[in-house]
């Protein structure tokens, strides 16, 4: 009995000496996990001041004692410092691939399967919803501090990451839905060069309506009248930080209030987006490195519950322009037009929750995703381009009365970042498989074929775009919604605030 305690007490000194990685900020222990040892909780960068809480973050922290990890939460109600922190998780090697995972939003990601693969698996979290995203040139608000929160987060990388025996020159950044445009809009940015080697963009890009603000400064101006202050200058940095989550929700807009905008010159802050994405990426002003990028083949399922509950159908049946994206700047004359292309397009009179789902996907997700591979690939780009169609047993659930059809978005999720890393049975199983090698190959090799015989991915040829659809087996298909792309681009080129501004 004595020997086996022996055993243990040897066996826990070992393994916590050997957990313990020594940062120029400090000492944190790891806590071994499933074939990686996980090191979370690490703060990247810190604020000063009531002003600092919506500008680029500083130097990072520094602490005296082995810090213990601990899992990194972050909502929009969140103190700032519980924000500015990530995950490493790390299994045994040299020099490893680096995959930093860029949170869109509050969600939990178990890297198990990908750090299985000998990925280090880097997870950040950033300033959320105004704190993170408020832009006001009235109130000395610069813009995209949660964004420069992500830049910060690859320069702790560069500086940090041969600790945990990663390699800083192959490292990918990745995202899913706001992540995804987060990631996209470090290519159009002086802050990022050189940070990264390639990125994957999960259903989103920064040209999406959702992702960037046209219209910052009018958010932030409903804001600041939610609030009975005579300086302008300090009603944001004063109020309470759960107060303002709060009021910026009242905004009412579908998706989130307040997203990436295009940024005034502010003294001492460091410019990130000084133009709008759409201007710098048709044009080509961007960071060319591999991508791969893509999305679901039912996108607008995710909001199943809330189109139901808002009796969508019934509302658009009446007046089309319901849910018409906030950025097209549109006459009364201009109007039916749109409206006639529209309803040729997906209804023809007749309105159904799945015609919806379809209009909803492309008006906010595909057409703009398209867009952004094209200008993409135009530049020079090796692009990847895939579908994921697989509706399986883990994921979205179904929506009571709404049958659903095809991958919400999200779902790949579900498969990428399974719940407690656990290896799905069947046909999830399979897919699962596809996506963890695919996504593990570009990371390792900036090819999601690497050195598999599998398939043969070769990036987009833009006079001839083909999609790799994945769903238990993997094929390549032509892209399939050409007509309600080409549609859309029309829209856009006639009426997108930007067109029409410049």
């Known amino acids: 009995m004595i020997k086996i305690a022996l055993i243990i007490i040897t066996w826990y000194t070992q393994t916590s000496v050997q957990n313990v990685i020594n940062l120029a900020q400090g000492k944190i222990r790891g806590m071994p996990r499933d074939g990686y040892i996980f090191y979370g909780g690490i703060p990247y960068t810190s604020i000063t001041g009531p002003t600092g809480r919506f500008r680029r973050g500083g130097i990072a922290p520094t602490w005296k004692e082995v810090r213990a990890s601990s899992e990194a939460h972050c909502l929009p109600s969140s103190p700032i410092e519980e924000c500015l922190k990530l995950d490493v998780s790390a299994p045994g090697g040299e020099a490893l691939p680096v995959l930093v995972w860029v949170a869109g939003g509050t969600g939990m990601y178990n890297p198990t399967k990908l750090a299985k693969e000998g990925l280090i698996v880097v997870t950040v979290r950033h300033r959320l919803g105004p704190i993170g995203f408020l832009c006001s040139s009235e109130d000395k608000i610069p813009g995209n501090a949660g964004l420069k929160d992500v830049v910060m987060a690859l320069r702790w990388v560069r500086d940090n990451i041969v600790a945990f025996n990663g390699n800083p020159n192959k490292v990918v950044v990745a995202g899913q839905s706001f992540g995804a445009a987060m990631a996209e809009s470090l290519l159009v940015t002086h802050m990022a060069k050189g940070l990264f080697h390639g990125v994957i963009l999960q259903s989103g890009t920064v040209l999406a309506p959702w992702a960037f603000n046209y219209d910052a400064e009018d958010r932030a101006k409903f804001l ?279």
């Open 224 to 502: 600041r009248m939610q609030f009975n202050e005579s300086r302008p200058v300090t009603t944001f940095a004063k109020a309470g930080i759960a107060n303002l989550a709060a009021i910026a929700e009242e905004l009412n807009l579908p998706y989130m209030p307040f997203g990436i905008c295009m940024e005034n010159p502010l003294k001492n802050e460091e410019m990130l987006m000084s133009a709008s994405p759409l201007d710098l990426i048709t044009k080509g002003k961007v960071t060319r490195v591999p991508i791969m990028m893509g999305y679901t083949t039912n996108e607008a399922y995710i909001f199943s519950s809330v189109l139901k509950d808002a009796n969508v159908v019934r509302k658009m049946s009446k007046e089309m322009t319901f849910l018409l994206p906030v950025e097209l700047q549109t006459s009364k004359r201009a109007m039916p037009q749109i409206v006639k292309k529209v309803n040729e397009m997906y209804f023809e009179d007749n309105m159904t929750m799945p015609s919806v789902f379809s209009y909803h996907k492309d008006a906010y997700f595909l057409s703009h995703i398209h867009r952004s591979l094209r200008c993409h690939a135009s530049s020079g780009s090796p692009v990847y381009y895939y579908q994921f169609s697989y509706l399986g047993n883990v994921g979205v659930d179904e929506e009571l009365d709404v049958p659903k059809f095809g991958a919400a978005h999200s779902d790949e999720l579900a498969y990428l970042f399974s719940e407690k890393g656990r290896d799905l049975d069947g046909d999830d199983g399979i897919v699962q498989g596809h996506l963890i090698t695919l996504w593990s190959n570009f990371v390792k090799h900036l090819n999601p074929s690497g050195a598999s015989k599998q398939i043969t991915w070769e990036p987009v040829n833009f006079h001839d775009i083909k999609v790799l659809n994945i769903n238990i087996e993997l094929n390549f298909i032509e892209f399939p919604y050409k007509k309600e792309a080409q549609m859309w681009e029309d829209v856009y080129d006639k009426y997108y605030y930007e067109k029409i501004r410049s």
